[in-house]
């Protein structure tokens, strides 16, 4: 049985309970009550909170700036015929990377041999200050990311094959897949996919 202090307490806490509720309750669409003509309401969706108001047009996110910010990772225009000479030369290659990928050869090394000695394509070489002396194929590591509390770089291989005046076959073989698609060249990598920015 309850003591009288106790049942005392007990109906002071629910009354400060139901004070504090009642509030929120009220927070309902108020009837209008006079006979004048409701202002006419904006029919436009209504932004998320704490979205930019400099929406760019075709920002998949609305995010400002998503065009200039993405622009190095899209790949530009390529002339007809160099597009035609990429995709045959990515149906080549797939097959390849794929052998590759089955026999967990991914290294830079063991992925540039094969390439060269498969397919007939010369690795890509530069001067010091990086003037093009010959060579289509460019055989990098994979970009380094952040796993837990430190960078890491993970196994594989990105691979980019310069053809023509504008195009590229862009691709790559690691641990958990591998592929090889045309596309033009990117702005400040070539035809090695840019790594994903801010």
């Known amino acids: 049985m309850l003591t009288t202090s106790t049942h005392r307490r007990h109906l002071a806490l629910a009354a400060a309970l139901l004070a504090a509720a009642l509030p929120l309750t009220a927070?309902?669409?108020?009837?209008?009550?006079?006979?004048?003509?409701?202002?006419?309401?904006?029919?436009?969706?209504?932004?998320?909170?704490?979205?930019?108001?400099?929406?760019?047009?075709?920002?998949?996110?609305?995010?400002?700036?998503?065009?200039?910010?993405?622009?190095?990772?899209?790949p530009g225009d390529m002339s007809a015929a160099d597009e035609r000479t990429a995709r045959a030369e990515a149906a080549r290659m797939a097959p390849?990377?794929?052998r590759l990928w089955r026999q967990r050869k991914w290294d830079l090394d063991s992925v540039r041999a094969t390439l060269t000695d498969s397919l007939g394509y010369k690795p890509r070489e530069t001067t010091h200050a990086g003037k093009l002396l010959g060579g289509e194929l460019e055989v990098r590591e994979m970009y380094q990311r952040y796993e837990g509390d430190d960078y890491?770089?993970?196994?594989?291989?990105?691979?980019?094959?310069?053809?023509?005046?504008?195009?590229?076959?862009?691709?790559?073989?690691?641990?958990?897949?591998?592929?090889?698609?045309?596309?033009?060249?990117?702005?400040?990598?070539g035809c090695l996919e840019p790594p994903i920015g801010h």
């Open 27 to 74: 927070c309902r669409d108020e009837k209008r009550t006079d006979a004048a003509p409701a202002a006419p309401r904006d029919t436009a969706a209504p932004s998320a909170p704490g979205a930019s108001p400099y929406v760019e047009p075709g920002a998949a996110d609305g995010a400002p700036h998503y065009g200039e910010n993405s622009a190095p990772r899209r």
């Open 152 to 189: 890491v770089t993970p196994e594989g291989a990105m691979i980019g094959l310069y053809i023509g005046d504008d195009a590229c076959v862009t691709a790559y073989v690691q641990k958990t897949n591998y592929g090889a698609r045309a596309n033009g060249r990117f702005k400040e990598t």
């Open 96 to 98: 390849v990377l794929k």
